[in-house]
């Protein structure tokens, strides 16, 4: 080879190797041993060694005892199928610091086929590396909690719909495995009864309009009974991408059913036998008051009459009772409607005011109303409504002592009408106004006067107020006075 050949040689070799030594990525050339024969300034400058240090090392001393192994055989596979492969490693840096690396090994053999060396271009990964790290760990904490818990955690995309994540508590809900629900994006509508497929339809649909949905369907397991889930869902949208997913839970709650069915049943046997009681009491209490009348009308000079007001009291009390869980039981029946009429506000008031005059006159009460010269209509059960009214004055003039007053008053809104009872009485401590609408109300006292109450007044009152489509409020502070607050619909 001629000197001129010689030199057009090493120009070419000069100019390749400033080529490598200009690339970002790590350049290297090694023996079968992994003995560096070539590294690039950047592989340099990434290991922290002049290159006179590095030729002539093993590069597979930088990797970690336990790993060694593994990176011989992946060379032994090159070699023997010729394959250029990607594949990443930790790395123990000169300096003690760990980093991971990707390389790809090219192998270089000579005319014979016997493997000469490999070639190899790396890159720096650790920083991707450790935050593949980090999610890692952080799912498995994830998963962690997520079997600890009984709901099933969910994850899907949108557009179209399809499940990328659904916690372990899934297969003890449904019978199938998280996996069926990933790669069978139709499982959920396969799995759900049939009569509430329209159900769950709509209420994925109403996710994408209004962002959230909590509903209960009756879904058919992969073995056994069928069972009711409760499903709720909320959207989720990427800022960044723009893309939106859906996140939701899904709870067995067929036990809690089952526990709900059997309440409601039992309470409605309860309503039904105390009804069917009421009702049957209610004529011998009837006939009881009758003879209280006729011994009175018999014998008014008696020295009994005495004994015989008190039985009649306390049949009037009984009676009272009798008549107030007829009507609620009456409200409660599951196809209860109040047949309606459009009814003047302001003479229902005055004819309800009218009954109590002489109560209140009695108790020097100053009894009153502020009604509107123009006349507003509701449409109202009249005999039920009725019912409020005498309800609300009735207790007003109970619990309000002597020279208080009692106030009546109709309002006009723009949509609806107003009407307050307000009175100047002892008000409801604060403790009882939490309970004052319950039935059976543990705010029930006895009046001023020693007045009775059977606690169900207010949960009638505030039951035909709301089957009326209006509302009822209070606001009350103690030895000041209370008022309840009405408002209706009005009509035209």
Not at 260 to 280: G, P
Not at 403 to 418: C, H, I, M, T
Request: some cysteine; overall charge neutral.
């Amino acid at each position: 080879m001629g000197k001129k050949e010689e030199l057009q040689i090493r120009q070419q070799k000069d100019f390749l190797e400033a080529v490598l030594n200009a690339q970002q990525e790590m350049i290297c050339r090694f023996l079968p041993d992994t003995t560096l024969i070539f590294v690039n300034q950047a592989y340099c400058r990434y290991m922290g060694q002049p290159e006179e240090k590095l030729l002539g090392t093993k590069w597979l001393s930088f990797i970690p005892q336990q790993n060694q192994e593994t990176i011989l055989k992946h060379l032994a596979h090159i070699a023997k199928t010729s394959k250029i492969i990607n594949y990443q490693h930790e790395v123990l840096m000169p300096n003690g610091r760990k980093t991971w690396q990707q390389w790809t090994d090219i192998p270089i053999f000579d005319k014979s086929g016997e493997l000469q060396e490999f070639q190899s271009v790396g890159i720096d990964i650790t920083q991707q590396k450790n935050a593949e790290l980090l999610l890692e760990a952080e799912r498995l904490k994830l998963n962690s909690i997520l079997k600890t818990i009984d709901h099933a955690v969910w994850t899907a995309e949108t557009n179209p719909f399809r499940l990328t994540l659904i916690s372990d508590p899934i297969t003890q809900i449904t019978g199938y495995n998280p996996e069926e629900f990933v790669t069978d994006p139709a499982l959920i509508l396969k799995m759900v009864h049939e009569s509430d497929h329209d159900k769950i339809r709509a209420d994925f649909r109403k996710v994408y309009e209004e962002g959230f949905f909590s509903t209960e369907i009756k879904i058919i397991p992969k073995k056994g009974q069928e069972r009711f889930i409760q499903y709720k869902a909320w959207l989720i949208k990427d800022i960044e991408n723009g893309k939106t997913r859906i996140e939701g839970i899904a709870s067995d709650v067929s036990d809690r059913r089952k526990y709900e069915e059997k309440l409601i049943a039992l309470n409605q046997s309860k309503d039904r036998i105390m009804a069917t009681v009421a009702h049957d009491l209610r004529n011998p209490i009837s006939g009881i008051l009758g003879l209280c009348n006729m011994l009175e009308q018999k014998n008014p000079a008696s020295e009994n009459l005495f004994y015989i007001d008190l039985i009649r009291r306390s049949s009037q009390t009984a009676l009272g009772i009798m008549e107030e869980l007829l009507e609620v039981s009456e409200m409660e029946t599951e196809n209860y409607q109040l047949t309606k009429q459009k009814v003047c506000l302001n003479d229902l008031i005055m004819e309800v005011l009218e009954h109590f005059k002489t109560d209140a006159l009695e108790k020097q009460i100053d009894l009153s109303a502020d009604i509107p010269e123009k006349r507003l209509f509701a449409d109202l059960n009249l005999k039920k409504f009725s019912r409020v009214l005498e309800n609300l004055i009735s207790n007003a003039l109970k619990f309000t002592g002597e020279k208080g007053k009692v106030r009546l008053s109709l309002e006009e809104k723009a949509e609806n009408v107003l009407i307050m009872v307000k009175d100047t009485g002892i008000g409801i401590p604060k403790e009882l106004q939490h309970f004052l609408f319950e039935k059976f109300s543990r705010a029930k006292r006895f009046g001023l006067k020693g007045e009775k109450t059977h606690g169900l007044g207010m949960y009638i009152t505030k039951q035909i107020v709301e089957m009326h489509g209006g509302t009822i409020s209070f606001q009350s502070k103690e030895h000041k006075g209370t008022s309840f607050f009405i408002q209706l619909q009005k009509s035209a």
